[in-house]
């Protein structure tokens, strides 16, 4: 890695997913398909990373991930205060979360991470509008951005504007078709949303090969088959 370059590297492969993102520590609150998330201050070996926009590396134990990078500086005191509301939200502190996460996008109006989060966490506290501001303005500073797209297609199925999930979704997958949980996200939206089985099952089919040990997904898939005659 070079100068202020951060890489967010995510994880396809049979093992769970992990976000590992070099040169500082930023934690993303995942929500959209459980996903745990780890952190790691220096780069995955292995990953090769090219000069300019998102890419596809080889990583260890045979797993595929893709790289993103941007160039933000948060300074320390803001990743501290960032890394603390990030644990208050794993604690159900979720106001608490948004008045620290709210001062560090003040101090940080540029940085995504911090965006994606309070989004969380208005969403956890019942306030859409807030959460739909935030994660349009990490789109803006990001488009299509990955976590954020994925957080912002579910916060559309959940008021029902299930058109315009349907299309952040599909716009995330053409940028970066390696981000599973989109692919799952998707198919459930197609399944159950939508009346849509073809979507849902040729959705489950990529998310289940780069996640095999998913056996939910395994069983939704088997029954979409079943239900097509297959």
Known sequence: MQGNNRALIWL??????????????????????AAKATISETPTPNATVKDQGPSVAQLQ?????FIIRENPIMESESKREFEHAVSMMKDGKNDKAIELLAKVIER?????????????????????????????????LFPAHPVAS?????????AGRFKEAREVYEKEITRFPEYLPVHKNLGILCDLYLSDPV????????????????????????????????
């Open 150 to 158: 994925n957080e912002y297609g579910l916060l559309l199925r959940k």
């Open 12 to 33: 396809s492969g049979p093992k769970r997913m992990t976000i590992w993102l070099s040169m500082m520590t930023l934690v993303f609150v995942l929500s959209g398909c």
């Open 108 to 140: 940080q109006p540029g940085v995504t991470a911090p965006y994606i989060n309070i989004a969380i966490a208005y969403m956890r506290t019942n306030k859409p509008e807030q959460a739909e501001q935030n994660l349009k303005t990490a789109l803006g």
């Open 199 to 230: 979507c849902a099952l040729k959705q489950f089919e990529i998310y289940s090969e780069g996640m095999p040990s998913d056996s939910q997904v395994k069983t939704w898939i088997a029954e979409l088959r079943m239900r097509a005659g297959h």
């Open 61 to 65: 134990n045979g797993q595929q991930g």
